[in-house]
């Protein structure tokens, strides 16, 4: 059973930064794709950013220029540097990862942005 534990999280003021990191409990193989997801009080769970085993990401647009994501293969490790923070943002935060075989979660961290 692989558990992704995410870290990082907290009260920032607007404008402000942070770093998400979600390690997985143990190595993964065949990763496909490793992601980062955000739900608000209230909203649907929306993908925030992604990235494939390759090296290729993608964003919200509404992270766009704010947000970065990279990984570390050998740490089975995916970060989200966010930057800029708007009070929009406040959400808990969920990385996930997907594989050939299987889509693992993890258990979120809040994230809230206010002054």
């Known amino acids: 059973q692989v558990q992704l534990v995410e870290s990082g999280g907290g009260l920032v003021q607007p404008g402000g930064s942070l770093r998400l990191s979600c390690a997985a409990s143990?190595?993964?193989?065949?990763?496909?794709?490793m992601s980062w997801y955000r739900q608000a009080p209230g909203k649907q769970r929306e993908l925030v950013a992604g990235?494939?085993?390759?090296?290729?990401?993608n964003y919200a647009d509404s992270v766009k220029g704010r947000f970065t994501i990279s990984r570390d293969n050998a740490k089975n490790t995916v970060y989200l540097q966010m930057n800029s923070l708007k009070p929009e943002d406040t959400a808990v935060y969920y990385c996930k990862v997907v594989t050939t075989m299987y889509t693992y979660w993890g258990q979120g961290t809040q994230v809230t942005v206010s002054s």
């Open positions: 990235i494939t085993i390759s090296g290729v990401t």
């Open positions: 143990r190595s993964i193989l065949s990763i496909y794709t």
